[in-house]
C-alpha cells in the first residue's frame, strides 16, 4: 500500500505508518517540524485536491499530534489542486508555537469546473507568513486562505523574524505580536480570499488585529478581519 501511494526520494523519520480510511499517516511525536526547499507535497487529482495536514489538524483541532514549531522553507511546495473538475483540497499548517511559511501552497479549482479550496497557515502564539497560496478557480469561486496568530500587526514593517537563515532556535515570538507586510497580503489578495483572525489566542495575548499601514488591492478577492479581542483601524 505505502510503495503504490507513496512517492518519496528524500527521508522520513516516523515511528509508524498507518491507513485509515484510504489515507496514509506518519507518525511522529510531536515536535518540530521542517518542510525544507526541496520538500514537495502533491495530493492533486482529477476530480478534486486532496488534504494535507502539516503540524496538526485545523485550528489545531482533532486527534493529530500538533507540532511545537513549523517551518516550511522558500521552495518547497504543497499542490492539493483539482486538476479536471471539482474543488480545490484542504491544506492545514499549523504549530502550537512558533509557524514560518516561505514556501508555495496550491489548492486550485479544476480547469472545467469547482470552486478554490481551504488553505489555513497558523501559529497559536506566532506566525511569521512570507509565502505565497494559491486558491483560485477558473470556473467557480475563489477559495480562501486564512492566517491565524495569537495577535497580529498589519503594517509596511517588515514580515515577522523572516530571514533567509531562520531555524527553529532563532525564531523569536515578539511577544507573541506576529506582523504581516501590507506587500505581502496584497499579494495573498491577488490568489485568494484572505481571512486574518486570532480566534486562537495563547497566553497574554487578547488577540488584536491592528491596521497601522494602508491596504489596497484590485482583485475581487474579500479581506476579512476576525478578532478575538478588538480591532484596531489606524490606516484606510
Do not use: C, M
Request: glycine share 16%; hydrophobic share 40%; charged share 15%.
Amino acid at each position: 500500500l505505502a510503495g503504490a501511494a507513496v512517492n518519496n526520494s528524500g527521508v522520513i523519520q516516523a515511528r509508524g505508518v498507518q491507513e485509515r480510511d484510504g489515507a496514509v499517516y506518519l507518525l511522529a511525536d510531536a515536535g518540530n517540524i521542517a518542510l525544507e526547499s526541496t520538500s514537495r507535497i502533491d495530493v492533486s487529482g482529477d476530480r478534486g485536491g486532496g488534504k494535507v495536514l502539516v503540524g496538526g489538524n485545523f485550528h489545531g483541532v482533532g486527534p493529530e499530534f500538533n507540532a511545537a514549531k513549523v517551518h516550511v522553507a522558500a521552495g518547497s511546495t504543497i499542490n492539493a489542486d483539482a486538476i479536471v473538475s471539482g474543488k480545490g483540497g484542504q491544506v492545514a499548517v499549523w504549530s502550537d508555537n512558533n509557524t514560518v511559511f516561505q514556501g508555495g501552497i496550491s489548492a486550485r479549482g479544476g480547469s472545467q469546473g469547482g470552486d478554490g479550496g481551504l488553505v489555513e497557515v497558523s501559529g497559536r502564539d506566532h506566525l511569521a507568513f512570507a509565502g505565497t497560496v494559491d486558491t483560485r478557480a477558473p470556473q467557480g469561486k475563489t477559495g480562501t486562505l486564512l492566517l491565524d496568530p495569537a495577535d497580529i500587526t498589519i503594517s509596511t514593517a517588515a514580515d515577522s523574524d523572516i530571514t533567509a537563515a531562520t531555524t527553529f532556535s532563532d525564531l523569536t515570538d515578539n511577544g507573541g505580536v506576529s506582523n504581516l507586510n501590507v506587500t505581502t497580503l496584497q499579494t495573498a489578495l491577488g490568489t485568494s480570499d484572505v481571512t486574518v483572525s486570532t480566534g486562537t489566542t495563547s497566553g497574554a495575548n487578547a488577540g488584536t488585529i491592528t491596521v497601522n499601514d494602508g491596504v489596497t488591492w484590485a482583485t475581487a478577492s474579500t479581506l476579512t478581519l476576525s478578532a478575538n479581542n478588538q480591532i484596531a483601524i489606524n490606516a484606510a
